[in-house]
């Protein structure tokens, strides 16, 4: 392999030195060199900001979530070449789906994501309208903007493809460009996928950017505007959260870092149920995907003190079956750490963990190997180590980043005390990205979440009931958070909308209810409305505007009304037939209408009834019955488009109405969200 070059400011860049050796995992042989040297870092974050940033900002949400689903799928179409890549940082072909596969995924996800929770447009709405007058004219609301700076990505080796993707497809979808600058043992992947890309010209230049090497000077260059996103340890995380630059501008800093993980098994989980088995397969699973090298793996396996000889036993017993060597052999189930350095930080930490525990699996310095050399590879056997002593502070504390993990017990007279001493043993940690619960007791699974929760990012109760579907421990998700408190680095990554929103500004904008409407594009109540001709419901998504109004009614509610509805429905409910235990009801005072009497009223009320653009009414949101409607009441409808988003995919979007329902002294008695589907206007053939 050439020596790695970098892609920043527009071009490709062959390091200025020989730089550093690259070696392969499984042979040991040296595989390219890497080095940033020559990299202008400043004129590449500059680059970000004046050709990406603006490129970015010109889309609208679901238009850059096109462009992810598009990158996502050209990526498919090279995963074997992936694969085989993936192969020499010694992970196995499942190992390489993880990372391959998952990063892909992700960028698949958050483009599903976007389409269905963001609007077509450039400006995020967060939350609702705050009334700030009794008389309606003003009025405030949030809104989120895309960071006008390059979101700075620092990747940790364990994960080249996934770790780059999970970052960028929140930053992309928010706005903002991506720097990546990968680990260095594995940069030779995050290149490549980085190339496939480029050459993709999926997405707009400037959007993404790669450094192969160190950073050099690249914080001295960061701007209030700028973001950072760090994956590795801790010790590293404190360095750079300190730099003058990142304190002194108040860069955002987002950090993944050590996690001493842990697992709890309850103790109803005896030998012979499904949930010890799942603990005993999860905890080998996590000790040997990846060789261990998961910043989610499990490092502390907690066990009822009864159970720890059957545990140690089934998970020897477990681990004594997994096949070491070249991950190209299909019986091969674990490969290589990351490198030889790498293999001695671990064999170093073992050594203080032995301190306080002994090894019922493993051997740190032998192991057995297929198709490999043993010494050249950084092979290294997985190892069980029990601590009969859970109060020793070395297994809550030092964290041997590979196939490694330790059995210590836990125990209490009652059943809240046990989970008690679990949750205490956990929070141990200092702070994790991910624990876990192995339990069919929903009492014990309650107190160990809501106990152990402050100390996690994220938790996961496992049991017989979700174990087939389960992803397992260490898996990452798009949707949901991905970080942990303390130790862990007290960030936040992916999480959906939260992670997207995390690249963005949030704003407290102040104004006048027609000054709201335009700058949000959404209706605001008490802004200016326009009563069309024709009907609303007759225009084309183009055609229709914000604003756009149609007051239908009145109609009359009559006894009989109310007593077919009841009769043709079902729903007899007392306030709706009997007139004394309606007028003993505080709400009442008598009979009174069904509300969903009232909803289909004014949809009687204000639909056109011939074909047309509305396709169909595909829901309602935010319902509430604010006024009961009685007998000889007339009741008015107010239809307001309060937002339009069309799709970039199909011949249709999405109409948002206002919709509120009077009586006739004026009291809103519902208001709600009426979501259409309208077409839009047809395209004329050619010439035409």
């Given amino acids: 392999m050439a020596p790695l070059s970098s892609y920043v400011s527009g071009v490709w860049q062959v390091p200025a030195d020989e730089g550093a050796p690259l070696t392969d995992a499984v042979t040991g042989v040296e595989i390219g060199r890497i080095s940033s040297s020559g990299v202008d870092m400043g004129a590449a974050l ?100 895309p960071l006008q700076g390059v979101a700075v990505q620092i990747n940790a080796f364990n994960f080249p493809m996934w770790g780059p993707l999970e970052k960028l497809a929140p930053a992309f979808l928010a706005g903002m460009p991506t720097l990546v600058k990968p680990a260095s043992q594995t940069a030779y992947l995050t290149a490549r996928l980085v190339e496939l890309i480029i050459e993709s010209g999926v997405l707009p230049e400037g959007t993404l950017q790669l450094v192969c090497g160190s950073t050099g000077d690249l914080f001295d260059h960061l701007t209030e505007q700028d973001l950072v996103a760090f994956t590795g340890s801790a010790s590293t995380a404190r360095k750079l959260r ?147 002593d859970a109060g020793r502070a070395e297994p809550h504390e030092v964290e041997a980043f590979g196939p490694v993990a330790t059995l210590l017990p836990y125990d209490g007279a009652t059943a809240q005390a046990a989970a008690e001493q679990a949750v205490a043993l956990a929070a141990r940690g200092q702070g994790s990205l991910v624990g876990s619960v192995v339990t069919a007791d929903p009492v014990f699974a309650r107190r160990v979440v809501l106990g152990a929760a402050p100390w996690h990012g994220r938790l996961l109760v496992l049991n017989e009931e979700d174990a087939k579907e389960s992803t397992g421990h260490g898996s990452p998700l798009p949707p949901l958070v991905h ?94 037939m009997d007139e004394d235990a309606a007028k003993a009801n505080p709400f009442f005072g008598g009979r009174v209408a069904h509300g969903y009497l009232v909803l289909s009223f004014a949809a009687g009320l204000f639909v056109d009834p011939d074909p047309g653009p509305v396709l169909a009414n595909y829901g309602l949101e935010n319902l509430r019955f604010l006024a009961p409607t009685f007998p000889g009441d007339e009741l008015t409808v107010r239809l307001t488009a309060k937002q339009l988003t069309p799709r970039e995919d199909a011949a249709y979007g999405e109409v948002r109405w206002d919709t509120e329902v009077t009586r006739q002294d004026g009291a809103v008695v519902a208001k709600y969200d009426v979501l259409t589907l309208v077409a839009k206007r047809p395209e004329r053939p050619e010439g035409k």
């Fill in 46 to 145: 500059e680059h970000g900001r004046r050709v990406g940033g603006p490129a970015l900002r010109e889309l609208t949400f679901h238009q850059r979530a096109v462009l992810l689903k598009r990158l996502g799928l050209h990526l498919r179409e090279h995963r074997d070449e992936l694969y085989a890549l993936s192969a020499r940082t010694g992970a196995t072909l499942a190992d390489s789906k993880i990372d391959v596969d998952g990063g892909i995924g992700v960028l698949l996800s958050y483009a599903s994501k976007a389409k269905r929770e963001l609007p077509n447009d450039t400006v995020l709405v967060d939350g609702d309208v705050e009334p700030l007058s009794k008389g309606g004219t003003f009025a405030g609301r949030h809104i989120c903007t």
């Fill in 242 to 388: 300190t730099h003058p630059v990142v304190v002194g501008r108040s860069v955002r800093f987002n950090a993944e870092a050590d996690s001493l993980n842990c697992s709890i098994l309850g103790p109803d989980a005896a030998p012979g149920t499904p949930e010890f088995d799942l603990f005993v397969k999860q905890l080998v699973t996590e000790m040997t995907v990846k060789a261990g090298q998961k910043c989610t793996a499990i490092r502390r396996a907690l066990v009822p003190a009864a159970l720890m000889d059957a545990v140690a036993e089934a998970a020897g017993e477990r681990l004594a079956r997994v096949t070491i060597g070249d991950p190209s052999n299909p019986d091969v189930r674990m490969g290589a750490l990351a490198g030889l350095e790498q293999r001695e930080e671990v064999r170093r930490r073992l050594k203080t963990l032995l301190d306080a525990g002994r090894i019922v699996f493993g051997d740190p310095e032998r192991v057995e190997v297929v198709d490999a050399d043993a010494e050249r590879g950084a092979f290294m056997s997985p190892v069980l180590l029990r601590a009969d």
């Fill in 483 to 576: 970080g942990g408190p303390g130790r862990a680095g007290g960030g936040e990554e992916m999480g959906g909308m939260r992670g997207v929103m995390h690249h963005m500004q949030r704003t407290a904008v102040q104004a006048g209810p027609s000054m709201l409407s335009a700058i949000t594009g959404r209706w605001t109540p008490n802004a200016p409305t326009t009563q069309t001709d024709p009907h609303p419901f007759r225009k084309h998504l183009e055609e229709l505007r914000v604003g756009d109004t149609v007051v239908a009614g009145p109609r009359t509610v009559t006894l009989a009304d109310i007593e077919h509805f009841a009769e043709f429905t079902g729903d007899t409910f007392y306030a709706h």
